[in-house]
């Protein structure tokens, strides 16, 4: 009898999870990957990993075939936003269960998926589109300062900043547009009304809800996760016109299989969707979700590629938390203490660190300048905080800041205390 295998294109913040979650269900996972060092680390680790043009769609039929003569290949997905539609092309192909190409594509765009959601009557911010510095400037005056300035393509906010003033509407616009952003097509760009009030998320599989969370956000002009709860603190009512502004946005962007996450904003004018995601949002969502309410959506959803029944019926309601340990400045990591004790604390469910002594420290103003995770879990909201920030205040960190300019060594380092 064949081996039964899982096709993972890529890898993002889940993958791991969705690695040890295809070899709790039995499956074989092989990831296809554009990166060698990516490839080289998971052949480390007796993971089998080829390494492969992932934005080759043909070449990827062609592995997939060749594959296919010594697997059976149940299915194929991925936790990258980036590679998601070629995933639906690839179970389009082989005649596995997947999401729609073309609805993925369309919702990735930003600036397409802005459109089909005004059309449909969704609650959004003001945008226009800019593909350069003269049309950001045009659009910002239409819109009215703050404005938010972000790629029309990309995920994880690289690239995303609010600009409170005429210079820092600038200085980011050179930014993006002067050879410092990757861009995967020609730059487009998206300036939007800023809409101010608390954050909240809703993750949906196929149109069943998971659940809501809300949000917190570092000091602007970035928008990196500080915190995350689930679930958030709202009425009945409040849940109800979320889900129902989510049903029109699922509708509109013909989103109907798979895992989705939506973003909104709760502003004087109610809620507002600042983004709808056609995937499962990033760790350590699923943790937290896991964590909340025993339900695994990336086992979950596993089951849903390989067509067998999934299952989202709570098993428990608890409340979980998530605090980000987020770099506080540019330059080598010297240490990290304090794992072990936090994760020790009675009611913490993850500790993750994501990088190790001596690595380098450059802070994007996005995901990446996060450096690891701790999340708590109790049946109260309460405890669950008081847990957190006693695992938190447990780890710590020094950070020795780049040699100067002159190359000088520098005398000092800068902790990382999070309080």
Known sequence: MSIKALILLDDASNGRLYLQAAQHLGLHPITLASDKAQCDMLAGE????????????????????????????????????????????????????????????????????????????????????????????????????????????????????????????????????????????????????????????????????????????GPPPHFIFQGTTYPAQLTSDECKRIADISLSCLRALDLEWGPKNIEFRWTNLGPIVVEVNPRLSGSPDPQLVKAAYGVDLITEHIKLVIGEEWDLRRKRSYVAAARKLVADCDGILDWIDGEASAAAVPGVAEVKLYVEPKAPIVRKGDYRDCIGHVIAASPSRATTEAVLKRAVDLIDWSITPFPSGDDAIAEFACAGLLG
């Open 46 to 217: 007796g993971m089998e990993a080829i390494r492969i043009d992932t934005d080759n769609l043909d070449g990827l039929i062609r592995e997939c075939s060749r594959l296919s003569t010594t697997f059976d290949i149940v299915g194929i997905t991925s936790a990258l936003e980036s590679v998601y539609a070629t995933v639906g092309k690839l179970c389009r192909h082989f005649d596995l269960p997947g999401p729609n190409p073309e609805s993925i594509e369309r919702c990735c765009d930003k600036f397409v998926q802005r459109q089909l959601l005004a059309k449909a009557g969704v609650p959004i911010p003001a945008y226009r589109l800019a593909v350069n510095a003269a049309e950001v400037q045009s659009a910002a005056a239409e819109i009215g300062l703050p404005v938010v300035l972000k790629p029309a393509v990309g995920s994880g906010s690289s690239g995303v900043r609010l600009c409170r003033d005429v210079v820092e509407l600038a200085e980011h616009t050179t930014y993006l547009l002067g050879g410092k952003h990757i861009w995967r097509s020609s730059p487009r760009m998206l300036v939007e009304e800023f809409a101010q009030g608390p954050y909240y998320s809703i993750d949906i599989m196929g149109d069943e809800f998971m659940g809501i969370a809300s949000g917190e956000f």
